[in-house]
């Protein structure tokens, strides 16, 4: 279970998260929307201890995270798979040097059994004999799985997504949606995934919550979000122009931090 509670960070003196609290059971797929800038990348990277709160406190599995030395850092991140935005592939690698990495770099498995979890981690991923390739022969939505793959391989009990449809056309994004439905009831892990997306997210989510400046406003099913009636989460959810959400225009910048 992850537990966030009165979470605050500011860059520059300018608030971005501002006391969010926030409640992640095991074995939950949880989607977090919201606009850009509104706080969602910011949150993972506190969660796994890549930035660390002016206030607040994230306890995963009853450890806190937020006083944790690099060494026991290490260790807890290694309970977490992150699927970057990017794919964030190194270019010189093969797609199997890629995935077995973290294997490489903290276990003494032998390199047979790391070549057979590679070679499971992209038939999970639906890319079986990829290992040789490079992220140069592959195409946007190969890297995703390549990507999604390198973040099983560890077999962590939580899998972070950050804009996992980004660039990817429909068909390869439904594609990337149903392996994150796939890998949740394979490996029965959490699921936590940011998006703009929101057809996406009506898909993979058993829980969705929009981040709205810095707060949670709203957290419901799939089904709740869709029907809901506030009319900030009506305007992002229908892609509207008109509504309470206007664009972040710098003359906008200092209404929206003072609120």
């Given at each position: 279970m992850i537990e966030i509670t009165?979470?605050?960070?500011?860059?520059?003196?300018?608030p971005v998260l501002k006391g969010l609290d926030l409640l992640i059971p095991n074995g939950e797929s949880l989607t977090i929307i919201g606009r850009s800038g509104?706080?969602?990348?910011?949150?993972l990277k506190h969660i796994i201890g890549l930035l660390k709160p002016n206030r607040g406190s994230i306890i995963v599995d009853g450890e806190e995270v937020t006083n944790m030395d690099y060494n026991n850092l290490s260790r807890l991140r290694r309970k977490f798979g992150v699927l970057f935005q990017g794919s964030a592939?190194?270019?010189s690698m093969t797609v199997s040097e890629n995935i077995a990495l973290?294997?490489?770099?903290?276990?003494?498995?032998?390199r047979t059994e790391i070549d057979r979890r590679v070679a499971e981690a992209?038939?999970?991923?639906?890319?079986?004999g990829a290992e040789n390739l490079k992220p140069s022969e592959?195409?946007?939505?190969?890297?995703?799985?390549?990507?999604l793959a390198r973040a099983i391989i560890y077999r962590p009990a939580y899998l972070l997504y950050d804009e996992p449809t980004t660039g990817l056309d429909p068909i390869m994004a439904a594609n990337i949606n149903q392996l994150i439905i796939d890998m949740n009831r394979k490996l029965s892990i959490t699921s936590i995934v940011v998006t703009h997306d929101i057809v996406s997210a009506y898909e993979v989510a058993d829980r969705i919550v929009m981040l709205h400046y810095g707060k949670i406003l709203f957290a419901g099913t799939p089904e709740e979000t869709q029907n809901s009636a506030h009319p900030t989460i009506r305007q992002f959810v229908e892609g509207s122009v008109e509504g309470p959400i206007k664009p972040l225009h710098y003359n906008h910048v200092n209404s929206i931090i003072s609120k």
């Open positions: 009165d979470l605050h960070k500011n860059f520059n003196g300018k509104c706080g969602k990348s910011v949150l592939l190194f270019d973290s294997l490489v770099e903290h276990t003494d498995l032998s992209l038939d999970m991923v639906e890319l079986p592959l195409s946007g939505g190969m890297k995703k799985r390549v990507g």
